[in-house]
């Protein structure tokens, strides 16, 4: 059975920073691309980073450029999206995604990502 297990949220202050991390429980993991998606309240999911299964290729949106980075660890099957400079409007619960492996390159298109995680919340206070 897949899983993805999202950890590292948590509350932290405007300026601060986060680590988040994803476990993937995924024989597929080391070929697929994977991503961050974050929904704030009353709004719907969006796309926040991705990066291709070797992490050669990372895009991110433009309202984290500069702040977060996505990187991987294939040997722990695991992702993780460093947070700093975290903004008030950065508030929500964040997701991960693994990409359909046979799919190339990496997209910001959440339909093009079969599995997700539970969730982890990251709450900004001024």
């Known amino acids: 059975q897949v899983q993805l297990v999202e950890s590292g949220g948590g509350l932290v202050q405007a300026g601060g920073s986060l680590r988040l991390s994803c476990a993937a429980s995924?024989?597929?993991?080391?070929?697929?691309?994977m991503g961050w998606f974050r929904q704030a309240p009353g709004q719907e999911r969006e796309f926040v980073a991705t990066?291709?299964?070797?992490?050669?290729?990372?895009d991110y949106a433009d309202s984290v450029k500069g702040r977060f980075t996505i990187s991987r660890d294939n040997t722990k099957n695991t992702v993780y999206l460093q947070m700093n400079s975290l903004k008030l409007e950065d508030t929500a619960v964040y997701y991960c995604?693994?990409?359909?492996?046979?799919?190339?390159?990496?997209?910001?298109?959440?339909?093009?990502?079969?599995?997700w995680g539970q969730g982890t919340q990251v709450t900004v206070s001024s």
């Open positions: 995924l024989r597929t993991f080391n070929r697929a691309a």
């Open positions: 995604g693994s990409r359909r492996y046979w799919l190339t390159g990496v997209t910001p298109n959440e339909s093009e990502y079969d599995y």
């Open positions: 990066i291709s299964w070797n992490g050669g290729t990372t």
